[in-house]
């Protein structure tokens, strides 16, 4: 299994911005998506690219916010979070898939150890 190393979370003001980073070696065979979990809740879809970075899709609570893309010379993917919202306060995974289909965590195998993000006046 792939060993996922995320960052750029941290404690941003509504209507702020975060970039999150999701490295690893050998990247770029999968799919890749971004998963949030929040306290009390089941971890949910957030954004998941293909490999080749040529098909994203988001869910509907962020879509037009968010921004999914990847650098496979730097086997790095990102997410570009603004007008951030306090619902969007949860940990951040990211998560690898050998198939890209749907945004959901039963198909992804290896996860990274997550990144706290804290929207909050």
């Known amino acids: 299994q792939l060993q996922l190393v995320e960052s750029g979370g941290g404690l941003v003001q509504p209507g702020g911005s975060l970039r999150l980073s999701c490295a690893a070696s050998?990247?770029?065979?999968?799919?890749i998506g971004w998963f949030r979990q929040a306290p009390g809740k089941e971890r949910e879809g957030v954004s998941c690219?293909?490999?080749?970075?040529?098909?994203?899709t988001y869910a509907d609570s962020v879509k037009g916010r968010f921004t999914i893309s990847r650098d496979n010379a730097k086997n790095t993917v990102y997410l570009e979070m603004n007008s951030l919202k306090p619902e969007d306060t949860a940990v951040y995974y990211c998560?690898?898939?050998?198939?890209?289909?749907?945004?959901?965590?039963?198909?992804?195998?290896?996860w990274g150890q997550g990144s706290q993000v804290t929207v909050s006046s």
């Open positions: 998560a690898t898939s050998s198939v890209f289909g749907l945004c959901v965590p039963r198909i992804f195998g290896s």
């Open positions: 050998g990247l770029d065979h999968y799919a």
């Open positions: 690219i293909s490999r080749s970075g040529s098909t994203t």
